[in-house]
């Protein structure tokens, strides 16, 4: 019961405080009034965010580290190995799946060589691949079971105020990575590089898809993938953060000059 509703339902009680508080009845009310005026403020200040999530700048600078296109080129090439390796006749897929492996190349032509930087959002991922939510995240799952991902997941703060929630989950920063028993199955040509007559096609696609993904960046996380976690990265963050609060108010403030004029 609401606590609002409980109290009037007691204020609305025909006896005495003295009657009521003899027989123990004023004091459970009351009890159940603040119980029930306590739980409303816990639902309120509840934070939504998964167990074991980081702060926003926190975390990266220990997670992220610069790659290069060999070195991604090669944990592709060893997961489609291992893949081949593990798959059974008779089964569609191996170990890791079709969807992992699109994943995966969806990560290597996103990813930052200069820094590492990798975070798209869920949505996005699904939305590139036109797969659904469900097989994103198994195909993450068995990637990171078999030792070819990692992440992290994180939170940032909220600009409520008030009993509202103060901080929000946001994308997990993920890593690629490359097990030794993966490298193995490659064998000498573990540190082949790419045919030059891909390189060009390849490049392409990576730029074409990289522009893709800073369009659905805000200026915040637009600074800190061009800049990384440098001094710089950083305080450009800050000040496209600050860019991006001033416009969200602005477009409020004109949504409710328009319904004003629009009810008037």
Sequence with gaps: MPADTALLEFEEQDMSTTTAATGGTFFKRLGGVISGACAADREAGRTPIRRNSRRVGSCEASFWHGTSRQEVQRILRAAQRYELEG?????????????????????????????????????????????????????????????????????????????????????????????????????????????????????????AMEAEFKATLDLSSYATFQCGDSPLGKALAQLGKSIDLRESAKRTESLATSYSYATS
Excluded: C
Excluded at 128 to 152: I, N, Q, T
Excluded at 185 to 194: E, H, K, T, Y
């Design 87 to 207: 798959k059974k006749p008779g089964r569609r897929n191996g170990p890791l799946g079709g969807v992992a492996l699109e994943l995966l190349t969806l990560f290597a032509n996103l990813v930052s060589f200069k820094t590492g930087r990798l975070d798209p959002s869920l949505d996005w991922i699904t939305s590139k691949l036109k797969r659904s939510r469900d097989a994103v995240v198994r195909a993450m799952k068995a990637l990171r079971d078999h030792g070819f991902l990692d992440w992290l997941r994180r939170f940032e703060p909220t600009p409520n105020e008030g009993r509202g929630p103060q901080v929000k989950q946001v994308s997990n920063a993920y890593r690629m990575l490359a097990p030794k028993r993966a490298l193995a199955l490659l064998g000498r040509w573990a540190s082949r590089p790419a045919l030059p007559e891909d390189e060009g096609r390849e490049q392409a696609d990576r730029s």
